[in-house]
């Protein structure tokens, strides 16, 4: 029931345990949120920079 699960939320609220777990938690969702936020707005700059190292390897591979 829904009475249970606000209990169990509380008990979990208050042990140290999962405080700690949801920290982690938090912190890892705010990581995502960042690189995702990272990786659009320079993501011209990281496709021109693997298309660019990509053909140097190209460039120095032809000659073998």
Excluded: P
């Excluded at 699960?5 to 960042?34: C, K, N, P, Q």
């Amino acid at each position: 029931s829904s009475l249970r699960f606000l209990f169990d939320a509380l008990r979990l609220w208050h042990e140290e345990d999962a405080a700690t777990a949801t920290e982690y938690a938090i912190i890892v969702a705010i990581l995502g949120v960042s690189l995702i936020a990272i990786f659009i707005t320079f993501r011209q700059e990281i496709s021109n920079f693997f298309t660019n190292f990509s053909d140097e390897v190209r460039a120095g591979t032809e000659g073998d």
